[in-house]
Nanobody, 115 residues
Framework: VQLQASGGGLVQPGGSLRLSCAASGFTFSTYAMAWFRQAPGKEREFVSS????????YVLDSVKGRFTISRDNAKYTAYLQMNGLVPEDTAVYLC?????????YGQGTQVTVSS
């Protein structure tokens, strides 16, 4: 299982970013995907998840209405559209999946929200 996150960067408060997670090494279309984030000095926290079919999405309360998770099974890619970014969203964002009773994280992509 390999997960490659991309799309992070420096953005001003109120701005938007779209993160992508390219997956390989497993049958992407049959597994749920998730995004986590980890800010400096804080524990890793769940951000959002999506079922294998694109249904059953869940979102952290603090990002509800601002972040949207989606996936394209044909492209083996999951996305996290982030709008209305605030400084508290600054973190390394990691994609995740749970395959064969094991949790996998890709390398993260840094998101920095600052003016």
């Amino acid at each position: 299982v390999q997960l490659q996150a991309s799309g992070g960067g420096l953005v001003q408060p109120g701005g938007s970013l779209r993160l992508s997670c390219a997956a390989s090494g497993f049958t992407f279309s049959t597994y749920a995907m998730a995004w986590f984030r980890q800010a400096p000095g804080k524990e890793r926290e769940f951000v959002s998840s999506i079922g294998w079919s694109g249904a059953n999405t869940y979102v952290l309360d603090s990002v509800k209405g601002r972040f949207t998770i989606s996936r394209d099974n044909a492209k083996y890619t999951a996305y996290l559209q982030m709008n209305g970014l605030v400084p508290e969203d600054t973190a390394v964002y990691l994609c995740n999946t749970y395959v064969q009773f094991e949790s996998f994280y890709g390398q993260g992509t840094q998101v920095t929200v600052s003016s």
